[in-house]
């Protein structure tokens, strides 16, 4: 993991810096509870399985996840130029609707306690009118709806599902909206 323009890389994928932190944090206690699992030992004081939900000696193959978006969602103008100030993003998945983050309207910006889709803003500093990209952690199970729009631009809806991996602890799937000009 790398830290290029205040922004954490990690096999090519940009983690917003509110997840920095957490990322941080979560990839320290995976490396603890990699190693815890390997040293694990069956209790159960038989050859058996017997309730351990066929859980072997040595922790079985099994290990402990540690919490981590589902998808990662850069949003982006198509033409190079800022996101645009009204751009919306909306989330429907198997647990219903997300609130909507605006980006023009402060009150939507919420945190990991208040949402599960958690956008890089500065929550100190009015509403930003020339944003390169929109970076957010969705935190949600697969799939997810995902809708962003804004005014002049075309609206972009699309399912998406997390790439499939046998990692304990995979990278978030990434999602990359380009917002284009709709029409005149």
Not at 174 to 184: D, R
Request: net charge negative.
């Amino acid at each position: 993991m790398s830290q290029s323009g205040g922004l954490w890389r990690h096999d090519n994928v940009v983690y917003p810096h509110v997840l920095r932190a957490t990322n941080v944090l979560l990839m320290g206690g995976a490396l603890w509870l990699g190693a815890a699992c390997d040293s694990v030992e069956s209790t159960t004081g038989g050859a058996g399985t017997g309730g351990t939900g066929g859980a072997t000696s040595g922790g079985g193959g099994q290990c402990l996840r540690v919490p981590a978006p589902t998808f990662l969602l850069t949003v982006v103008e198509k033409n190079g130029g800022p996101v645009p100030p009204d751009t919306q993003v909306d989330v429907h998945w198997s647990a219903g609707d997300e609130p909507s983050f605006k980006l023009d309207e402060p009150s939507t910006w919420g945190s990991i306690e208040t949402t599960n889709l958690v956008c890089e803003v500065d929550p100190t500093l009015p509403p930003p009118t020339d944003l390169p990209m929109l970076l957010c952690a969705l935190w949600t199970s697969s799939p997810a709806e995902v809708k962003v729009s804004a005014t002049g631009f075309e609206t972009h809806k699309d399912t998406y599902m997390a790439e499939p991996t046998a990692e304990c602890n995979p990278d978030p799937t990434p999602i990359v909206v380009e917002l284009e000009q709709a029409p005149q």
